[in-house]
């Protein structure tokens, strides 16, 4: 497969293979539905919708979509039908999962359960988002922005994990993933420079694979050339980054919310680090959003 350097790109992957099978959680709205329509239409999924069957039928009408297209599965309650869900995939009946109606925190819930959920042992779960910006001159693969608040080392070596296999699957066989810092020096005192060094070192010694890691570095190197040059940054990752690798949430969030509110970003993002991936969509996001949502589901699943 050759590299994706465009979201759309993903479309044209999936219609070439067989069909993944979604799973939605309590999909009553019309959001969810019509984005899983979109995608059922545009040949990327199959879909199973779980939720009120009331609720689901009224919000097909209204979006004028064929009830009959959808394998429908009825639950009334919200928690139940996250719960259903996640069961369905259990029993091999999905490849991935999407969030309808439903808080945030049940579904994760749902998720996250240690008896009936999507989790084996020792697994971390994580937020990987694909961006697409006007400004830079490629895809950019990013996390942690939206559920680790703090990670720690082996949260963040999950992280770069994570990041690295989402890039293989777009078919970039060797990605450069850049550790974001406040400074591209190794500083003792700031725990983000020094687990950023691990890791490097970690990389270049084998013991993560597949990838190209460097840091600590700042955005501005990570991302501009230029600043590389002038700063005297010998790096191959320098202004050319593929994934970046957040120290906290509140840097993934903002650098997240700056380039779809203000640069004019595009994205798909889901969680992973469960058994399949879990598409985690807001109803503030754009159809075209949750559209790359699915799409980047389909191809991680």
């Given at each position: 497969m050759d590299m994706i350097?465009?979201?759309?790109?993903m479309?044209?992957?999936?219609?070439?293979?067989?069909?993944?099978?979604l799973v939605a959680a309590c999909a009553n709205d019309r959001h969810t539905v019509a984005a899983v329509e979109m995608a059922r239409s545009m040949g990327l999924v199959e879909a199973t919708l779980v939720g009120d069957r009331d609720a689901i039928q009224k919000s097909c009408e209204e979006e004028?979509?064929?009830?009959?297209?959808?394998?429908?599965?009825?639950?009334?309650?919200?928690?139940?039908?996250?719960?259903?869900?996640?069961?369905?995939?259990?029993?091999?009946?999905g490849d991935l999962l999407m969030?309808?109606?439903?808080?945030?925190?049940?579904?994760?819930?749902?998720?996250?359960?240690?008896?009936?959920?999507?989790?084996?042992?020792?697994?971390?779960?994580?937020?990987?988002?694909?961006?697409?910006?006007?400004?830079?001159?490629?895809l950019l693969i990013v996390g942690d922005v939206a559920i680790i608040p703090l990670p720690g080392l082996k949260e963040k070596t999950a992280i770069l994990k994570e990041l690295i296999k989402t890039a293989h699957?777009?078919?970039?066989?060797?990605?450069?993933?850049?550790?974001?810092?406040?400074?591209?020096?190794?500083?003792?005192?700031?725990?983000?420079?020094?687990?950023?060094?691990?890791?490097?070192k970690m990389a270049s010694r084998g013991q993560i694979r597949g990838a190209?890691?460097?840091?600590?570095?700042?955005?501005d190197v990570i991302v501009d050339r230029e600043s590389a040059r002038i700063k005297k940054v010998n790096s191959g990752v320098a202004g050319d980054a593929d994934c970046i690798l957040f120290p906290n949430i509140?840097?993934?969030?903002?650098?997240?919310?700056?380039?779809?509110?203000?640069?004019?970003?595009?994205?798909?993002?889901?969680?992973?680090?469960?058994?399949?991936?879990?598409?985690?969509s807001s109803r503030g996001d754009s159809a075209r959003t949750k559209l790359y949502s699915i799409a980047l589901a389909a191809m991680m699943a």
């Amino acid at each position: 497969m050759d590299m994706i350097t465009k979201l759309d790109q993903m479309f044209d992957v999936l219609r070439a293979r067989p069909s993944k099978h979604l799973v939605a959680a309590c999909a009553n709205d019309r959001h969810t539905v019509a984005a899983v329509e979109m995608a059922r239409s545009m040949g990327l999924v199959e879909a199973t919708l779980v939720g009120d069957r009331d609720a689901i039928q009224k919000s097909c009408e209204e979006e004028k979509i064929d009830l009959s297209v959808f394998n429908i599965v009825d639950e009334k309650e919200d928690i139940q039908a996250a719960r259903t869900a996640v069961d369905l995939i259990n029993q091999g009946r999905g490849d991935l999962l999407m969030k309808g109606l439903v808080s945030s925190d049940k579904y994760m819930r749902a998720i996250l359960d240690k008896e009936t959920g999507l989790m084996d042992p020792g697994a971390i779960l994580t937020h990987v988002t694909v961006m697409e910006i006007p400004s830079y001159h490629k895809l950019l693969i990013v996390g942690d922005v939206a559920i680790i608040p703090l990670p720690g080392l082996k949260e963040k070596t999950a992280i770069l994990k994570e990041l690295i296999k989402t890039a293989h699957r777009l078919g970039n066989e060797n990605p450069k993933v850049a550790i974001l810092a406040a400074t591209e020096q190794v500083l003792p005192k700031i725990p983000a420079c020094v687990d950023a060094a691990i890791l490097s070192k970690m990389a270049s010694r084998g013991q993560i694979r597949g990838a190209t890691v460097e840091g600590p570095l700042a955005l501005d190197v990570i991302v501009d050339r230029e600043s590389a040059r002038i700063k005297k940054v010998n790096s191959g990752v320098a202004g050319d980054a593929d994934c970046i690798l957040f120290p906290n949430i509140e840097s993934g969030n903002a650098f997240y919310k700056f380039n779809t509110k203000l640069a004019g970003g595009e994205l798909g993002a889901i969680v992973v680090g469960g058994r399949v991936p879990a598409v985690l969509s807001s109803r503030g996001d754009s159809a075209r959003t949750k559209l790359y949502s699915i799409a980047l589901a389909a191809m991680m699943a």
